[in-house]
T-cell receptor
């Protein structure tokens, strides 16, 4: 099956710093990738849709200036959490679309903001 | 907007027995996909089974099968011959025509030896 890789898998940072998380489709090209957020013992919530070569579209309530998304190539989307604060601590997961009804998930990235 | 409801926060089953997880959804779309995902403690999302709404036949994958009732907007997952490795959180998800996924709140399944 298709493989999606996220990096880093776990990151700890100080409050006020920015953190970048990468999502790569390793063996296919993905014009569309998605970013989700998952708090402990909760479900996944879609944050934004990342489109190659164009601006990301954000779900209602997600701060676009806080969560910067860049989809510069067909195999890479990045999520930057700017000026991170403890409330941004969460598990972030990406998925990449291969075809109709076909989505593949990364392993997820655990962010802890001190 | 789509909604997905999983009414069972937790379930348990004895090893080798059968268990059914419930899921209902609400949508005005006619063509869509439905999924069951498994999330073990590693938190990697693992696809269990996928159903295309325009297909009447219920999807099956080895020990996993679904009961898809389109008119009732119901999509339950049956796990046969449960194994200890099936212990995980299970999420039902709806994919709309723009490929966005909406997840239910999940059901924590525990398989007891």
């Amino acid at each position: 099956g298709a493989v999606v890789s996220q990096h880093p898998s776990w990151v700890i940072c100080k409050s006020g710093t920015s953190v970048k998380i990468e999502c790569r489709s390793l063996d296919f090209q993905a014009t569309t990738m998605f970013w989700y957020r998952q708090f402990p013992k909760q479900s996944l919530m879609l944050m934004a849709t990342s489109n190659e070569g164009s601006k990301a579209t954000y779900e209602q309530g997600v701060e676009k200036d806080k969560f910067l998304i860049n989809h510069a190539s067909l195999t890479l989307s990045t999520l930057t959490v700017t000026s991170a604060h403890p409330e941004d601590s969460s598990f972030y997961i990406c998925s990449a679309r291969l075809g109709p009804g076909e989505l593949f998930f990364g392993e997820g990235s655990r962010l802890t903001v001190l | 907007a789509q909604t997905v409801t999983q009414s069972q926060p937790e379930m348990s089953v004895q090893e080798a027995e059968t268990v059914t997880l419930s899921c209902t959804y609400d949508t005005s779309e006619n063509n869509y996909y439905l999924f069951w995902y498994k999330q073990p403690p590693s938190r990697q999302m693992i696809l269990v089974i996928r159903q295309e709404a325009y297909k009447q036949q219920n999807a099956t994958e080895n020990r996993f099968s679904v009961n898809f009732q389109k008119a009732a907007k119901s999509f339950s997952l049956k796990i046969s011959d449960s194994q200890l490795g099936d212990t995980a959180m299970y999420f039902c998800a709806f994919m709309s025509s723009n490929y966005k996924l909406t997840f239910g709140k999940g059901t924590l399944l525990t398989v007891n030896p």
